[in-house]
């Protein structure tokens, strides 16, 4: 029978979430500080060749989706040379991608046509082109809105990212609701978490999964829908809607029971929680001359190591509390 990866809980591993560059256009203020972060060189990141020949190893051990994410994605050179590279893989079902969409209406019509290509995650935090400009840093608003409205029509499965900020966006969770009643679009408010490049902000209000779901009933009737086992979100439709609209318990972590994942960093670090400080450098490995079959090996006895959930992920860490960049790990 064919290797699977099946953590120490039961859980068979069947996404890894890659981040393909930590490099971003954007500067979000609950992503990294104002002057960035301090970036790996360029030799440190894994090649297109060293990211195919890890997905491919993880597919022939039952790993069907990957997410790209980063950093942001489109910001990596030749980005859509290494989605073409990928869908050569014939074991690979499905290829996600997360982007904050300021640099990708000119690639829409060749995503669209790449079959393994289904679903986009467009991160979006404002409605509001001053309020997006404050959180993001960058004058991008008109740019993504564009690329909302392009996804929102094409062939592409959307999602919209929202990250609810105390202080910043809460004040918009019911005009983003509104949205889906004519936009086809899965809107997710995910909670904010301290990867930030800083640690823990001071916050006045405590905006978890309740409180943002308290939120949204206070203006409309929300159904729950049953959604895959291992969905991050809890997903509501809204009579009359044609969108749909989800919350990411990202932080609160009561999702972690059916976690599938597994996470590569852009310098080969392999993640089995989001929380944890990772497990293994791959790119050492790779460039020591493993084989496939060393890797699998790896792999397969990585995945032992996944933790039950965030909270033990983040107990176990070396390195003290979360305060490292979301994009030095991929969203
Ligand atoms: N640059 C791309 C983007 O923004 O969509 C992909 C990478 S980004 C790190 C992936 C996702 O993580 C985005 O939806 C972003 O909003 C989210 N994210 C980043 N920092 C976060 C934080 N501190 N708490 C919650 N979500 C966060
Ligand atoms: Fe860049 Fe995405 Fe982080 Fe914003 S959330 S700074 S777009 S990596």
Not at 38 to 67: N, Q
Not at 85 to 98: A, K, P
Not at 266 to 295: M, Q, Y
Request: aromatic fraction near 8%; charge should be positive; proline fraction near 3%.
């Amino acid at each position: 029978m064919k290797q699977q990866l099946i953590d120490n809980f039961g859980r068979q591993i069947q996404y890894v979430r890659l981040a393909v560059t930590d490099r971003c256009n954007l500067r979000c203020q609950y992503c990294m500080p104002a002057h960035g972060i301090e970036i790996a060189p360029r030799t440190d990141l894994l090649t297109f060749k060293e990211m195919y020949r890890v997905i491919r190893v993880l597919t022939e051990l039952g790993v069907t989706k990957v997410r790209l994410t980063g950093g942001e994605p489109f910001v990596r050179k030749d980005l859509i040379k290494f989605l073409e590279m990928l869908s050569f893989n014939d074991l690979l079902e499905t290829i996600n991608i997360t982007t904050n969409g300021a640099m990708i209406l000119q690639h829409i019509s060749t995503l669209e046509k790449m079959e393994k290509v289904q679903n986009i995650n467009l991160s979006i935090d404002s409605l509001q082109q001053e309020k997006f400009f404050k959180i993001t840093r960058r004058d991008v608003f008109p740019e993504v809105y564009k690329v909302f409205e392009a996804l929102e029509k094409s062939s592409l499965n959307l999602k919209l990212n929202v990250v609810v900020q105390a202080g910043f966006n809460t004040d918009e969770i019911v005009d983003f609701v509104a949205l889906t009643k004519d936009k086809n679009v899965a809107l997710r408010f995910i909670e904010e978490m301290p990867f930030n490049g800083k640690g823990q902000r001071e916050m006045k209000e405590n905006w978890s999964y309740k409180r943002i779901l308290e939120e949204i009933q206070s203006e409309f009737t929300v159904k729950p829908i049953v959604s895959e086992k291992s969905s991050t979100s809890r997903n509501f439709s809204i009579q009359g809607h044609k969108g749909s609209v989800g919350i990411i318990p990202a932080f609160t972590r009561t999702i972690c029971g059916d976690c599938n994942r597994i996470r590569i960093t852009p310098i080969g670090t392999f993640k089995n929680c989001l929380f944890d400080d990772g497990v293994f450098n791959i790119r050492d490995f790779l460039r020591n001359g493993a084989s496939n079959e060393d890797l699998k090996e790896l792999f397969l006895s990585l995945v032992k190591e996944k933790p039950k959930n965030g909270f033990m992920a983040e107990a176990n860490r070396s390195q003290g509390r979360v305060s490292e960049s979301m994009s030095t790990i991929g969203g």
